[in-house]
C-alpha cells in the first residue's frame, strides 16, 4: 500500500514542508535574479545568503562554499555559516585536492557522506581549527557554462540522513550560486578594468593639458612675432615669408586646439551648462576667435548679426567650439582672398546658422563621411590642409548633445561648401 494512504495526515505534513522548500527555492531565485540586476552585487553577501538558504533548506547545522582559484590551481573556503571567530580564519584556506570537496570538485559530482569518520578523505585539519565536529556532510559541484567553478557543501543533518530531495534542493542552490558568482565576478571584473581605465584616461587628458599649456606659449610668442613681422615687411617677398611662418603656427594651434578638445567627442548632455543665450552673443564670439584666421589668410567676413531677442538655450562655450570648427574649415579649404558668409534664420522652435564659404568644396560622396572621427577627403600622406580629422566629428557631438543637427551641403568640387547648424530656441 502506498505510504500516503497509510497515513494522510503526515503525507499532507510532507506535502506541506516540500511546498515551503520549494517557495524559498523560489525566493532564492528570486532574491539572486534580483541582486544580479542591480549593481551593488558583492560577492560575500551574495555567498552568505546562498550558504544560509542551503544549511535551512537541507535541514543542515551549517554549509560551505569552496570556490577554485586558477592562479594557483586550489580549492579554498570562500565562505561558511559557521559564525565563529575561528571559522572566519577558515576563509581562504585551501584544502588539498584529495579531500571530499576535492573529490566532488575533480569528478563535477555529489558526495555524500553520512559518517565521515568512517571516510578516509575527511580532511579533519578544518575542524580542528575551528573547533566543530563534522558528523556527515553531502557535496555539490558548482558548475557554470559546462565549467566547474567550486563546490556547495553542507554538514551535519540534523535529524537522520540526507536525501535524495536534499541532493537535488542543493543541485538547484549551487546551479543557481554557480551562475551569480560568475556574474558577480565578471561584475567586479569590469568594475576593476573600468576604473584601470578611467585612470589611463584621466593621465591622458592630464598629459594632454600639460602638453598643450607648454606648447601655447612659445607658439603665442612665434604668433605674435609672425603678425608684426607680416604687417611691418618691407617687401612683398618678406611678406609672404611672414605670412608663411604664420600659417603654419596657425596650423599648430589648431592641431593642439582639437587634441585638447577631443574630450568633447563624448559630450553628455546632462555635462552642459544651458542659458538663454543671445544668438548675436554667440556670433560675436565667434568672430572674435576667428580674426586672426581671417586677416591671416585675407578672408572676406559677411556677417548680418541677429536682433538681441532671438536667443537660444545652449551652453555658450561649447556651441562656440562647434562655430569655430566650422569657421576653421572654412578659411583653411577657401583660398586666400575668398568670402565666408555667416546667416541666421528662425525655423519653428529651432535657430539656424548657415556658414558658407567660395572655397574648394565638398563632392556629395563625402558630405556624410566627413563627420566620422578622422576621416579626411585628402590622402593623409599627400594633404596640404593640415589636421587631425576630428574637428566636425566633435562639432556634430556638441550640436547632438544640445539636441540640434548640423549637416554639410556643397553644389561639388571648387563650387564652396555650406555648413548649417541647428539650435534649440530658448522659450
Ligand atoms: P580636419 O579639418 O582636421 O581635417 P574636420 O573634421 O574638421 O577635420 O574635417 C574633415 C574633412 O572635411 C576635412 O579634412 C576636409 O576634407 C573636409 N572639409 C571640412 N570642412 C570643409 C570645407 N569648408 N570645405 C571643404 N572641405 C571641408
Redesign the pocket.
Known amino acids: 500500500m502506498p505510504a500516503e494512504a497509510a497515513n494522510p495526515a503526515q503525507r499532507i505534513a510532507e506535502l506541506e514542508l516540500q511546498v515551503k522548500i520549494l517557495t524559498h527555492l523560489l525566493q532564492v531565485t528570486k532574491t539572486l535574479n534580483s541582486a544580479l540586476l542591480s549593481a551593488s552585487l558583492r560577492v560575500e553577501a551574495l555567498l552568505d545568503y546562498i550558504m544560509d538558504a542551503a544549511a535551512e533548506i537541507t535541514d543542515a547545522e551549517s554549509a560551505s562554499v569552496l570556490l577554485w582559484r586558477t592562479t594557483t590551481q586550489q580549492l579554498f573556503f570562500a565562505a561558511t555559516t559557521t559564525k565563529s571567530e575561528e571559522s572566519r580564519a577558515l576563509i581562504g584556506k585551501t584544502i588539498p585536492s584529495e579531500s571530499i570537496a576535492g573529490t566532488i570538485f575533480r569528478e563535477a559530482r555529489t558526495v555524500i557522506v553520512d559518517d565521515v569518520h568512517q571516510d578516509p578523505r575527511h580532511y579533519s585539519r578544518v575542524d580542528e581549527d575551528i573547533q566543530f565536529v563534522t558528523r556527515s556532510l553531502m557535496g555539490v559541484p558548482m558548475i557554470s557554462k559546462n565549467r566547474t567553478i567550486g563546490v556547495l557543501e553542507v554538514v551535519n543533518r540534523r535529524q537522520g540522513t540526507w536525501t535524495e530531495q536534499d541532493e537535488q534542493h542543493l543541485k538547484v542552490l549551487a546551479e543557481e550560486a554557480a551562475v551569480a558568482i560568475e556574474v558577480a565576478q565578471l561584475v567586479v571584473a569590469l568594475q576593476k578594468a573600468n576604473n584601470d581605465l578611467s585612470e589611463l584616461d584621466k593621465l591622458k587628458n592630464d598629459f594632454i593639458a600639460i602638453a598643450a599649456h607648454e606648447l601655447r606659449t612659445p607658439l603665442g610668442v612665434i604668433l605674435g612675432y609672425a603678425s608684426f613681422l607680416q604687417d611691418e615687411a618691407t617687401s612683398p617677398e618678406y611678406g609672404e615669408l611672414a605670412a608663411k611662418v604664420m600659417n603654419s603656427a596657425l596650423q599648430l594651434r589648431?592641431i593642439i586646439e582639437?587634441m585638447v578638445n577631443l574630450r568633447y567627442l563624448k559630450q553628455k548632455e546632462a555635462e552642459l551648462e544651458r542659458d538663454a543665450v543671445p544668438l548675436k552673443t554667440l556670433l560675436q564670439d565667434m568672430k572674435y576667435e576667428a580674426t586672426t584666421l581671417l586677416d591671416a589668410s585675407r578672408h572676406k567676413l559677411v556677417l548680418e548679426p541677429p536682433p538681441d531677442e532671438v536667443r537660444v538655450q545652449v551652453d555658450r562655450l561649447r556651441v562656440v567650439m562647434a562655430l569655430n570648427?566650422?569657421m576653421?574649415?572654412?578659411t583653411?579649404?577657401?583660398p586666400p582672398g575668398g568670402t565666408i558668409t555667416v546667416t541666421w534664420q528662425v525655423q519653428g522652435d529651432e535657430a539656424w546658422i548657415i556658414?558658407q564659404?567660395t572655397?574648394?568644396?565638398?563632392q556629395k560622396g563625402?558630405l556624410e563621411k566627413?563627420?566620422e572621427e578622422f576621416?579626411?577627403?585628402?590622402d593623409h600622406m599627400t594633404?596640404t590642409?593640415?589636421?587631425?580629422?576630428?574637428?566636425?566629428?566633435?562639432?556634430r557631438a556638441l550640436v547632438h548633445a544640445h539636441g540640434g543637427r548640423i549637416w554639410?551641403e556643397?553644389p561639388g568640387l571648387n563650387q564652396?561648401?555650406t555648413?548649417n547648424l541647428t539650435l534649440p530656441l530658448a522659450k
Open positions: 589648431r582639437d570648427n566650422l576653421n574649415n572654412a583653411r579649404f577657401t556658414i564659404d572655397g574648394i568644396g565638398i563625402d566627413i563627420f576621416y579626411q577627403v585628402e594633404r590642409h593640415g589636421g587631425l580629422g576630428i574637428g566636425l566629428s566633435i562639432a554639410g556643397s564652396g561648401s555648413f
